[in-house]
């Protein structure tokens, strides 16, 4: 007889983990199971970016503002070091679509709702003080600049992996690699779901699969297909190295063709420049950057920043990922105005057992699972256990690149450093900057289980400028031991790594 557990959440990205967390530390039987890696999905393809929304006021949604800015902070708190405070210039020009004094009374709203001392601040800053603090802009028909602050996660990926590891110090089951295959039903209600041969049996499922909660609904019944809860927008970015010129704070503009939101942002040493919005019904598991996406982009940087030296030679790699939007007409689909919604397939189409988280950004994942529960409380005839109540996490001073990758568990990378400093300090690859600690750290204590695991979503290694395509084979050998690969499970473990980084990213 398998373990009954309280709630199976399928998908391990951002929403899909933090309900696990938000579940597992209030005292739920939980079995989170990702068919992939954690945060490997949509989360990882993101701008990164923890803001609260400040398109949002346009539409008069104070509410959804005032929430997005509460979990910002709670990310702030909970994750120093992977979730900083990220500094932003608004250029405001002749030709714009919203004037000065529109940003920015929008502006000293965003602050008054955020209520927040730290990051609630802004300035406006005088075109002379333009041209000083970001040199490159481009300040014809410059009529204001304003600056203030929103929130990067460096590393949303590494969120992912820090809620699973919370999930499973609660005493939760964490399963990256393990795929839903099939439900398990008795009459119309769900009763578990099957991975292959496997069989997990829970009292509700949670269906998180981000951009493939319908391809999930198909396991269901293939007639699902015809009725996608889902709409998709693919969203691409480009990376370039260091450029004379470069922003100091991230930069938000309306883009120049369209009117689209526009971001450049300082990142890792690089700067990452975005997004676009082009509507696709394709595979999720096939999204990639097309040429004309990156030729946009480097027009509207081009456009923006002309005193500027960026060419196309300065780009490392572009990535894309499909924004799972909640269907225009989702109906019984509770607060999908605020851009997600828990899809109750028992009131929808006759099948207990089974929600489905649909939509979402980054930024709320907390008060999306949140809301979540307090479905799932009321399905498994329970009281609403409430939000988690935000739980402070320690920060780490010693090394930017361990406290934005790791925040305060990089101090458990100083300790094995320290029982073996001689083999632990070497670079994990020649030229590397992690270090052996590092992979073997992922291996030991973060679920990595593929090269792709350790190189994208635990270290970083995949997305360095200066990336070689030796450093796979290197740290294979390196946790070949502890995977217990032989030669022939490590040769195959650097195909899979090259084959899926090609799935992933595009070097320019
Ligand atoms: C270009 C772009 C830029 C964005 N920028 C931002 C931003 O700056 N800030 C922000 O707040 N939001 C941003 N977003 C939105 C945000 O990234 C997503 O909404 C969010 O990451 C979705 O998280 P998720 O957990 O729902 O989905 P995902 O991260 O996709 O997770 C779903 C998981 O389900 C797994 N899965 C699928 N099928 C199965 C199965 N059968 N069995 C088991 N597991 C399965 C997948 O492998 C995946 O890991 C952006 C999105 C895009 C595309």
Redesign the pocket.
Known sequence: MSDLYDIII???????CSLARQAAEQGFRVAL????DF?????S???????GGLRYLESFQFGVVKESLHDRRAWLEEFPGIVDPQPFVIPVYKEDSRPAWYIYTGLKLYGMLSRDAELGTCQRISAGEVEHLEPGLDRKNLKAAFRYFDCQATYPEKLCVEMALRTETAGGTVRNHT??TGFLREGSRVVGVKCGDEEFRGKLVVN?????VD??RTLLSPENKSHPVLSRLN?AHIIARPFPGAPQNAVYHEARSDKRPFFIVPWRRLYLI??TETPYDGDPDRVMPTEPEIDYLLSEFDQLFPHTTLKREDLCYAYA????LVRANSSNMNKASRGHGVYDHEAEEGIPGLLS?VG????TARSFAAETMTAAATKLGIPNPGPLAIAPGRSYTADDRLAELYGGRAREIDLLIEQDPDTMMKPAAPGAPATVAEVLYSVQREKARTLGDILLRRTGLAYEADYDSDWPQAIAETVAGPLQWDSSATAQAVADFESELERTLIRL
Not at 33 to 36: G, I
């Open positions: 399928i998908g391990g990205g951002i929403n899909g199971l990702e068919k992939d945060g490997a999905g949509v989360t393809r993101s701008t990164r970016l923890i803001h795929p839903v998180a699969a981000g951009a493939w391809e999930v969203g975005g997004t990922g499909s924004r799972p988280m979402g950004k980054l930024t």
